[in-house]
């Protein structure tokens, strides 16, 4: 494979660059997460993508090296899609309510799969507000699988998932930027297609490459603009959601306008134990679930298929989202 040629495509900058066709992205992505691409001609690549901008062929190409690659597991349910859950941008400005989400869901009855980074660099990591609430990372796939079943939440490191693609984001602390397997991350789907792939991005140059993503493959998932990147909403003023099934696109909330002044209860500090301790106490029914969050576990029990029709899905978050329960 000549990795000079691919180079010479997508490195002449933002106006001279060309997009790599599906396949051909799909057979170079391959080849880097299989480790077969020398050090230089990879950083060459990963940079020549960032300042192009990867394109929805591309990015389908990736989505397809990647999941050829991944250690697949079983969905513990066949009635449940199970809700697969990025976590790789941390909280910065706000509590990471990550977990909260994959927590109400799994207590609802909705397979929780948390994926993610072990460590959060400056941010607060979900994995860190996990460690305080007891759920540790899963050390193969073997015990995710047993997580999922008995506990119907767990948390994934992503080497465990998908080591090439570990290698790749662990690049960024050589290169000091981002690269295009911070997007394909978010788009895995362990469950080879029967999970639902919940996606907060930054910007939106990424909801739309998303967006093309979920209809030309027709994979199942809720697109958003998350809080510091992660996958919640907004506590304070709910993102619009869309939700993406068999190559069709149906927006579920629309944006809000007007941000709340403040979220009863949700602390100020947003390191990991008073984070966790709030999530207890959402959780334990001593703190309203804010509504935005309550909006999107409404989203999520719609797409998994545990509720026939949205309208059921909005009533069971609001009824049950303040049952006590403990974590």
């Known amino acids: 494979m000549s990795f000079g040629q691919f180079i010479k495509e997508i490195g002449r900058g933002e106006r001279g660059a060309n997009d790599l066709a ?72 706000q509590p990471n309510l ?37 759920i540790l990372p899963c050390t193969s796939a073997a015990q995710a699988q047993a997580q999922l079943a008995e506990n119907r939440v767990a948390f994934v490191p992503t080497g465990v998932l998908a080591p090439g693609l570990a290698n790749l984001l662990a690049l960024r602390g050589r290169l000091g930027v981002r690269s295009c397997a911070h997007s394909v991350v978010k788009l895995i789907d362990p469950f080879d297609g029967a999970g639902v792939c919940v996606v907060g991005v930054t910007h939106p140059h990424y909801l739309e490459t998303g967006r093309g993503v ?12 998350g809080t510091d990147g992660e996958s919640f909403a907004n506590p304070r003023k709910r993102p619009r959601i869309e939700h993406f099934a068999d190559g069709r696109a149906e927006v579920l909330f629309e944006a809000e306008h007007t941000a709340a002044a403040e979220v009863a209860d949700m602390p100020q500090d947003i390191a990991a134990r ?3 301790a709030y999530i207890r106490n959402v959780l334990d029914g001593r703190a309203p679930v804010p509504l935005p969050i309550a909006n999107q576990v409404a989203c999520c029990l719609y797409a998994s298929g545990f509720a026939a029709d949205f309208n059921q899905a909005k009533a069971i978050a609001a009824m049950r989202a303040h049952a006590r329960a403990s974590v």
């Open 98 to 134: 990550t977990p909260l989400v994959a927590l109400l869901l799994a207590r609802l009855g909705v397979p929780a799969l948390v994926h993610g980074t072990l460590e959060g660099q400056d941010r607060v990591a979900s994995a860190y507000v996990l460690r305080e609430l007891g």
């Open 274 to 276: 008073p984070t966790a």
């Open 214 to 225: 979920f209809l030309a493959t027709g994979a199942r998932g809720l697109l958003f603009r």
């Open 22 to 93: 599906e396949d051909q992205a799909r057979q170079l992505f391959g080849a880097m997460l299989d480790g077969g691409v020398p050090d230089l001609e990879l950083g060459a690549i990963l940079i020549a993508l960032r300042m192009k901008g990867e394109s929805v062929a591309e990015l389908v190409g990736f989505r397809r090296a990647a999941a050829a690659r991944l250690n697949r597991l079983a969905a513990p349910s066949a009635e449940v899609r199970p809700a697969v859950i990025p976590s790789y941008n941390g909280a910065k400005r």
